[in-house]
């Protein structure tokens, strides 16, 4: 019998006493995949914080090096570790979304394998989603890290987004957004399920806080509570597109890809799917398209990469015939 209930007789009528499963209050999700380096040190900064009603979902994207016994360890120390081993790597974007289907928590918070997070962080995150309804994402500002953990440079996002307009927001954050580490920071699970979560495309976490500054206030803690590594295998150490896509799903290897113009598509997609007025909509749908009528030469050379792709493509396909016509 299942240790969480019993049966108590009464004649033939038996009665299910069912006593209470505690549901965590915050669900931490973090991806990885042979993140063995810093791992120890990334879980540990998360286990050792002041706030502790809290479960650390890891979703193991079929790592070959030693990050599944790491992880089977912390499991066995602290109950609130569940690990989750995958053998196959299905890409960044699944595996970021795996662990928001497996959320408990009314809170929830990416975590990469390699940052690391002052023993205050989610308290003070946790604090401001308790107190402010309308703030639908709270996270402190960032130190950027190398390799050994001694900081290079602070790093302020600034998108302390506490307009009452939709539309104000999202323009500011377009306007504003750089490292994306608002991305890490603690935000309303039911919320973040209403988006389209993380895609299998460059810039997609750029596109997720764009969708989630439509449905509420980002409240930027005024403390350097995050702390971003930055080193030679990290994700945005490699600019090549091709990395990237291989990144975010290694299935699109052979595939042609444009960034650009599907985040665009993206963007306004979430427009028409905001909690927002017909009006704001349209002035926002006004907003993504101007922003792709200025960067045109960005989206000319990303269609020229592509069309140069299919060149090269067709060319190896057609066979040449005897004399090479």
Not at 162 to 187: D, K, Q, W, Y
Not at 239 to 263: E, N, W, Y
Request: glycine share 6%; proline share 4%.
């Amino acid at each position: 019998m299942c240790g969480s209930c019993r049966l108590i007789g009464l004649g033939n009528v038996y009665t299910t006493l069912v006593s209470p499963v505690h549901t965590p209050k915050l669900s931490i999700g973090m991806p990885v995949h042979n993140g063995e380096r810093f791992l120890r040190e990334t879980m540990g900064s998360l286990l050792s914080q002041t706030f502790r009603d809290y479960e650390l979902v890891i979703s193991d994207n079929g790592s070959s090096d030693e990050t599944e016994a790491i992880c089977r360890s912390f499991a066995a120390q602290d109950g609130r570790v569940r690990y989750i081993r995958h053998h196959v790597n299905r890409g960044a974007a699944w595996n970021y979304n795996c662990v928001v289907r497996e959320a408990k928590g009314q809170y929830f918070k990416w975590a990469a394998a390699d940052d690391l997070c002052a023993a205050e962080y989610l308290e003070r995150c946790v604090y401001i989603l308790d107190n402010c309804p309308d703030v639908i994402l709270s996270y402190p500002k960032t130190v950027i890290i190398d390799e050994e953990g001694n900081p290079k440079r602070p790093y302020d996002d600034q998108l302390h987004l506490l307009s009452p307009h939709a539309a104000e927001r999202f323009r500011s954050l377009m306007t504003l957004i750089g490292e994306c580490n608002a991305v890490f920071g603690v935000m309303r699970l039911q919320v973040l399920r209403r988006t389209a979560l993380i895609a299998n495309y460059i810039a997609s976490d750029v596109a997720l806080l764009a969708e989630l500054s439509l449905h509420g206030k980002f409240f930027q803690v005024p403390d350097e509570l995050f702390f971003r590594r930055d080193h030679v295998r990290a994700s945005s150490s490699d600019k090549s597109i091709d990395s990237q896509m291989m990144f975010f799903d290694p299935a699109q290897r052979a595939k042609i890809v444009l960034p650009l113009t599907r985040r665009s598509r993206e963007n306004l997609r979430a427009v028409w799917r905001a909690p927002v007025r017909l009006s704001e909509k349209l002035q926002l749908s006004t907003d993504v398209l101007w922003r792709a009528v200025r960067a045109r030469d960005k989206y000319w050379r990303e269609w020229c990469r592509a069309g140069g792709q299919l060149l090269r493509r067709f060319g190896t396909a057609v066979p040449r015939t005897k004399g090479g016509r």
